[in-house]
């Protein structure tokens, strides 16, 4: 009878950290805008996934104070390994971290969702994503833009030789994630309220 209740407690204390660790990252970022005329981190057209980061933009805001753990969801913390964090950096010049990041050039993103300023003139701050713990999913079809089941979420394939797997899932299916926006104020989406922000064809999809 106690087993519900552990897992809820659990999963709430997972969105929990979550939900810090975006903060601390837009924190790091929003001091890096401070001293490059409010811009936000770039990516010099290295990434492949929205969750890849340069060596150098990591590198950045490593000197603003954060930490590697901090770059990976608690609820999918496989993704945080030496693998994908120093032998990747070694050989690609690029981390695979857990986040996503809205910013200008990453990779398989509709520029229309990127962000390259913490204010400008064209964004409503507070509604405008710049870090997500954005869903991950291959194979999913959707029915008027909206999810009509199937697809895999647990066995995405790529960089590695594990499969990755999206975070916070509630049996075989996402329960959603949060997001940091440009106002630094952190909401969790629900997964039925999420949206494919990639491009049509891109795979893996990512969804926030």
């Known amino acids: 009878m106690l087993l519900p209740g552990l897992s809820h407690a659990k999963e709430s204390a997972l969105r929990a950290k979550c939900k810090s660790n975006i903060r601390q990252i837009g924190i790091a970022m929003r001091m890096y805008a401070d001293e490059n005329n ?12 929205p969750w890849d980061l340069p060596t150098t933009v990591v590198t950045n805001l490593e000197r ?3 930490q590697r753990h ?32 809205w910013t200008t050039n990453v990779g398989g993103v509709d520029p229309k969702f990127m962000v390259s300023r913490f204010t400008t003139a064209y964004t409503n ?14 194979g999913v079809t959707l029915k008027n833009g909206v999810f009509n089941g199937g697809g895999n979420f647990t066995r995405i394939i790529g960089g590695w030789d594990k499969p990755h797997r999206t975070s916070h899932l509630s049996g075989q299916l996402p329960a959603g994630g949060n997001s940091l926006y440009l106002d630094n104020h952190v909401d969790w989406t629900p997964f039925k309220k999420m949206t494919i922000r990639t491009f049509s064809g891109f795979s893996p999809q990512f969804w926030w």
Do not use: E, R
Not at 38 to 49: A, F, H
């Open 38 to 49: 409010d811009k936000v981190p770039t990516v010099p057209g290295v990434s492949n996934w």
């Open 125 to 138: 701050v507070s509604q405008a994503v710049l870090i997500s713990d954005a869903t991950v999913s291959t």
């Open 70 to 101: 901090v770059l990976y969801c608690p609820s999918a913390a496989l993704q945080d390994n030496d693998v994908l964090w120093t032998d990747w950096a070694k050989k690609n010049n690029y981390y695979v971290t857990g986040y996503c990041y």
């Open 64 to 66: 603003q104070g954060m």
